[in-house]
């Protein structure tokens, strides 16, 4: 499972994904992935501030899906899932003085995914998710490229076969980076906090931009129908959760009183 599914469900977000559903192709599994996004704001009672928090987020989620099919690769859709670590940071590897990883803990976090999400981590350069843009990305993309080199020399000691043919991790790490789709790799894996910032800081800038203030209004009322009822039970959801907040600072329950200027 993957870390911001487990949070979802621990915040009794319904799944988009039964419990006894396989995923036969990637483009599935993509798209299962963003349902549970459409369900954090659906479900989450301060998913959104404002109106135009509200739509944006919407704006976003119907971009993504219609985006889907430029950012992946399409010769892998139907290729096989294969075991991958999606917890894998530093501070879950332990390594001895010559740095040779000797250990790796949190392996429940182990989750069966299409070949194309093999790729570096994000944190090479030791920054957030959302945060690798500009000089920043050019520091982690010089990692990413270090990475594949040393990630090259191992690939030859077990190859990897995809109907009947070679299948070469590398090579498919090196046209993501290239393509832009380390990006969008990174958002259908992403958490509900960086999902967003990735998408508007990275993805979008390689489409022209639109008119100014079109976009959100011309896009965000197809996410759901009865997008402007959507809207307003999602502001009173947010008074409610504001609201019990303030009760419980200013109840036994919290040490220390809440005064609402």
Partial sequence: MLCHLNQLENWAIP????????NK????????LLTEHDNHLHHQ?????????????????????????T????????????MQLTDMHASNIFVNEDWNINHIIDLEWAYSLPLENLLPPYWLTHK????????????????????????????????????????SGVTSMQRTLLSGRNHEERVRGSSILGLFNIFRTHLRS????????????????????????????????????????????????????????
């Fill in 206 to 261: 390689f489409y022209d931009k639109p008119p100014e203030g079109t976009l959100t209004p011309a896009i965000s009322p197809f996410w759901t129908p009865g997008m402007s009822s959507f809207v307003d039970s999602k502001l009173e959801d947010f008074a409610q959760y504001r609201q019990e907040v303030r009760d419980i600072f200013n109840s036994t329950k919290s040490g220390r009183p809440y005064y609402d200027v």
């Fill in 45 to 69: 009672e301060n998913a959104v501030y404002s109106s135009k928090d509200a739509r944006d987020q919407a704006t976003d989620l119907v971009l993504m899906k219609a985006l889907l099919h």
């Fill in 128 to 167: 957030g998710v959302d945060q690798i843009e500009g000089p920043e990305y050019e520091r982690f993309k010089l990692c990413y490229e270090q990475f594949t080199d040393i990630f090259e020399q191992e690939e030859t000691k077990t190859p990897l076969y995809h109907n009947s043919t070679l299948y």
């Fill in 71 to 82: 950012f992946t690769d399409q010769s892998l859709c139907d290729s096989p899932f294969i």
């Fill in 25 to 32: 192709s990637a483009d599935s599994l993509y798209l299962d």
């Fill in 15 to 22: 799944a988009g994904i039964p419990r006894n559903m396989t």
